[in-house]
């Protein structure tokens, strides 16, 4: 790392004030707090000594992704075996859905990151941590086979519409990679549902009795869930996107999360409580496979278990007060079960609910602050 510090010390001057370079300094600065601890201090008004900051938050999340992104890449290779009907090691599962899956990235953090840095120059502030997050979450819930150019689109989506023009990070109301996710679904929805997009088949034909659609899909369409595959539900060797078919590496990236702080058990634990209730109410009413799926399935198919750990948490979209996130959180398992049974065309109702529940979070934080603001003005008058 001494190398690295000093090939930077050697090329500041040329970005502070008065270089040939000045204008570039916020991609210098971001190079630099990437890989060093920022020098850099409040000047005004209280604050607080904290060894924690944005990029040692953003770090922990990403941390807590690799369980879940690491099976994936796995499960993307032993599906693609398994659809060709050819014999496959551990390893050679995993270089191959590595392989499918490292494009994917290169693309998303390539394209986000060069906006990211285009609006820091232009406004001349520093490039936020926020997008290595995001960066990483966006080709996470993406079928494996989407076109490139594709998901380049929908970053491009994501962060200027769904961040920047809201001022960047901190001041968005919608979750980026969600947002990026509901681009394409809207858009381009054959790419995005149905049974030939989350497995990766090549030329070659798929072998006799092997669906490529997801147990949501089946369920959709009215097909009985196979409950004698229920093990392979919660450990994740189903199709579905790279990081939402392992509840058990999810499991461990909540407990990374709710160990270290970062992660919001509140909201956690709401969003299975509501998304549970509503699954119960339903089983009592069911007249299809959905409603009729045991209520603790719902929380383990799909991406429930995925968005209540980390998207329903973003702790930019998601509500601030310890009150809100209980309710805000119980209304996005509510409403992810509702739109998953109401709404054939859409078993996977997570990433509605959630977006849907970004626009009301500062609404439920705004009433909860007003009723503690009248809980105490009795208290005082009394």
């Given amino acids: 790392m001494k190398l690295f510090r000093n090939?930077?010390?050697?090329?500041?001057?040329?970005?502070?004030?008065g270089g040939k370079l000045e204008k570039m300094y916020p991609a210098y600065d971001a190079f630099e707090t990437f890989l060093f601890v920022p020098d850099h201090t409040t000047k005004l008004g209280s604050h607080?000594?904290?060894a924690i900051d944005l990029k040692r938050t953003m770090?922990?999340?990403?941390i807590a992704l690799m369980p879940a992104l690491l099976f994936g890449m796995w499960n993307v290779g032993q599906l693609h075996f398994t659809a060709i009907g050819e014999s496959f090691t551990l390893m050679s599962a995993f270089t191959f859905g590595a392989l499918k899956m490292l494009p994917l990235i290169a693309i998303s953090y390539g394209v986000g990151l060069s906006i990211e840095f285009a609006f820091a120059i232009s406004r001349g502030h520093s490039v936020n941590e926020g997008y290595l997050v995001t960066g990483m979450l966006i080709p996470m819930v993406m079928p494996i086979d989407i076109p490139l150019w594709m998901l380049a689109v929908s970053v491009v989506f994501a962060v200027i519409i769904g961040k920047e023009v809201f001022g960047g990070t901190g001041m968005n109301i919608l979750n980026p990679a969600l947002t990026a996710r509901a681009f394409l679904f809207f858009a381009y929805p054959t790419y995005m549902s149905g049974d030939k997009v989350w497995i990766h088949t090549g030329e070659k034909m798929t072998v006799d009795g092997f669906s490529g659609a997801t147990p949501l899909a089946d369920l959709a369409a009215n097909i009985p869930v196979d409950m004698s595959l229920i093990s392979s539900f919660f450990n994740g060797t189903i199709p579905g996107s790279v990081g939402e078919t392992s509840t058990i590496a999810i499991f461990i990236g909540a407990a990374?999360?709710?160990?270290?702080?970062?992660?919001s058990w509140?909201?956690?634990?709401?969003?299975?409580?509501g998304g549970y209730i509503m699954s119960l109410l339903f089983n009592l009413w069911g007249v299809n496979e959905l409603m009729l799926l045991p209520a603790h399935l719902h929380?383990?198919?799909?991406?429930?278990?995925f968005g209540a750990v980390f998207m329903a948490t973003d702790p930019v979209t998601a509500a601030q007060t310890n009150k809100g996130k209980y309710i805000v959180g119980f209304l996005?398992?509510?409403?992810?079960i509702i739109i998953r049974v109401f709404n054939p065309a859409y078993p996977?109702?997570?990433?509605?609910?959630?977006?849907?529940?970004?626009?009301?979070?500062?609404?439920?934080?705004?009433?909860?602050?007003?009723?503690?603001?009248?809980?105490?003005?009795?208290r005082i008058k009394t």
Avoid: Q, W
């Fill in 7 to 17: 090939i930077l010390n050697t090329v500041k001057p040329h970005f502070e004030k």
């Fill in 48 to 50: 607080i000594r904290d």
């Fill in 59 to 62: 770090i922990t999340v990403l």
């Fill in 256 to 263: 990374i999360l709710i160990f270290t702080g970062i992660g």
């Fill in 266 to 273: 509140r909201t956690m634990l709401s969003v299975f409580i």
């Fill in 299 to 305: 929380l383990i198919l799909g991406g429930f278990a």
């Fill in 332 to 336: 996005i398992g509510v409403f992810a």
């Fill in 348 to 378: 996977e109702g997570m990433m509605m609910a959630i977006l849907l529940l970004n626009i009301f979070a500062p609404l439920v934080d705004h009433y909860v602050i007003a009723a503690n603001i009248k809980r105490r003005l009795k």
